[in-house]
């Protein structure tokens, strides 16, 4: 596999260039290729069944980018679970994959059944004897081999598994290094937890280039003062971030290029990207390139670019995402499945060799989205766009009830369906409130059951206090509303424009 040839060459050559750096942790090149060599001698030599995913437990440390890279040179997949998500998502994640083991990357006990799935702990791996030792290439993926499953929102109350092969990801990897100014052994902000795909963006444009990645916590998110004593230091050259974060940054007046003085890109995905930001990052960091980009995990991460530049800033109030990636071809269609003329709103399909190959174990809903494009591997994303005289795409929303919030991506119906099941629910609905065309966040609507709280703050309170058990934080709505009753549709579903003009009156 070319990425992983890259990444072994410049191991070898570099062996004392930081990979990674973490609050906790560095680790070198040389390190990263060894240490990732043994996890692989362990899987083989354990003869456990590479048809089948690892499951990486952890959070931002260099031993899950070492089990990553482990697991693909012995042949296997991985999936990325972040300390955050919830036990009962990782159950169903564990049932969805069918995964055969789960190694712990942290110092924690990892909050795993052992009768269900056998734990193995990252530092025994790496510190048992005879597990030293070179796997040969003819074991790592590559093709249409799995290399990553996400797991993404899922409209039944269950998460889905994006598998994303070999092939997709060097199809993305390449087109960052060739349409991005990344030019090698630069310093790499990585935001992103790597359960959420934006993570793929910095990670492996970083170590096929011979970057080093720095690691952003979610303890260092949570406490500012942390964050900006970490940017201090970090030498940042490369930013890959949600815009939320860069607009988190910019309340700091101290967020300039004094604090970052060698930032030279901002990369932005997962979201809709503001101009006011964008105008903010100019003025604060005059030197650096800004980047808006777009794509769905299905995609593997993004498939569409454009440099936001002082006259697209001026030209545009919304700013479009830009045209596709080279080798790939992007079709705006009406809800007959024909293309639209320029210029009309129409469903974005994808069709391109990052595309993935669909759902792992999900044909049905694999068969919904995916399907032969002119003979070309084809997504359609549930996203609107429309053309415009330029050739330039620009994003309109979703045309179902998928949005995105933050940058996580997360359907409505998924949400519902675990608020529906609180005990102190009857039914609920969960109305996404937008300004300026993006989800600022979510408000719950609630006919309760029968209760024993005096105030509404108490509801509210033991129904988030049980969504933490099934869901991730930021899939829990912001506001709570509680009602009698809801305004239906003739059919009997929920009337979601009626109900969001009630809200905003």
């Known amino acids: 596999m070319k990425l992983l040839h890259s990444i072994k060459r410049f191991s070898l050559s570099n062996p004392d260039q930081l990979a990674y750096i973490s609050p906790t942790e560095e680790i070198t090149y040389g390190e990263l290729w060894s240490q990732s060599e043994q996890i692989a001698a362990f899987l083989i030599h354990s003869n456990f069944d590479n048809r089948l995913p690892v499951i990486v437990y952890g959070h931002m440390n260099a031993s899950m980018v070492v089990t990553f890279l482990g697991c693909v040179k012995a042949g296997f997949s991985y999936i990325p679970i972040d300390l955050s998500i919830p036990i009962e998502r990782i159950s169903s994640i564990l049932s969805s994959s069918q995964a055969e083991l789960v190694i712990n990357t942290t110092d924690q006990v990892a909050a795993f059944d052992p009768s269900t799935v056998p734990v193995f702990e990252y530092k025994a791996i790496i510190t048992a004897e005879g597990t030293c030792v070179e796997i040969n290439d003819t074991h790592w993926v590559s093709g249409d081999d799995n290399f990553y499953i996400i797991y993404t929102s899922g409209s039944t109350g269950n998460p889905k598994g994006v598998q994303i092969s070999a092939k997709n990801l060097e199809s993305f990897v390449d087109w960052m290094l060739e349409d991005f100014p990344i030019k090698g052994r630069q310093r790499f902000l990585n935001q992103a937890p790597y359960s959420f795909d934006l993570s793929v963006m910095d990670l492996y444009p970083a170590l096929v280039s011979g970057g080093t990645i720095f690691a952003i916590t979610k303890e260092m998110i949570a406490r500012p003062k942390l964050l900006f004593e970490a940017l201090a230091v970090s030498n940042t050259e490369v930013w890959t971030s949600t815009p939320s974060f860069a607009q988190m940054c910019l309340m700091d007046p101290t967020f300039t290029e004094e604090l970052l003085p060698k930032l030279r890109v901002f990369l932005f995905c997962g979201e809709i990207l503001p101009v006011s930001i964008c105008r903010g990052l100019k003025e604060r960091f005059p030197k650096a390139q800004i980047f808006n980009t777009y794509g769905p995990t299905e995609a593997t991460v993004a498939v569409t670019s ?48 990052s595309v993935s190959k669909g759902y792992l174990g999900q044909q049905e809903l694999t068969d919904r989205s995916f399907f032969r494009y002119d003979g070309i591997q084809a997504y359609r994303t549930g996203d609107a766009a429309y053309v415009d005289e330029h050739g330039l795409l620009f994003y309109k929303g979703r045309i179902d009830f998928q949005i995105k919030l933050h940058g996580y991506r997360m359907e409505l119906e998924e949400i519902e369906y675990h608020i529906a099941n609180c005990r102190h629910v009857k039914s609920a609905a969960v109305i996404p409130i937008y300004q300026n065309e993006k989800v600022e966040y979510l408000l719950a609507a609630i006919i309760p059951e029968s209760h024993e ?37 003739a059919n009997g579903k929920m009337d979601r424009k009626k109900f969001r003009e009630m809200v905003e009156q």
């Open 306 to 353: 454009i440099e936001v530049t002082e006259d697209i800033m001026d030209s545009y109030e919304n700013l479009p995402i830009g045209k596709p990636k080279g080798d790939t071809r992007i079709v705006l269609v009406n809800e007959n499945g024909r293309p639209v003329p320029p210029g009309e709103k129409g469903e974005i399909v994808i069709a391109g060799p």
């Open 453 to 489: 709280f005096e105030k509404e703050y108490q509801l509210t309170s033991a129904i988030k206090k049980e969504l933490s058990q099934v869901l991730p934080a930021y899939m829990i709505p912001r506001k709570f509303s509680y009602y009698e009753e809801l305004p239906m549709t």
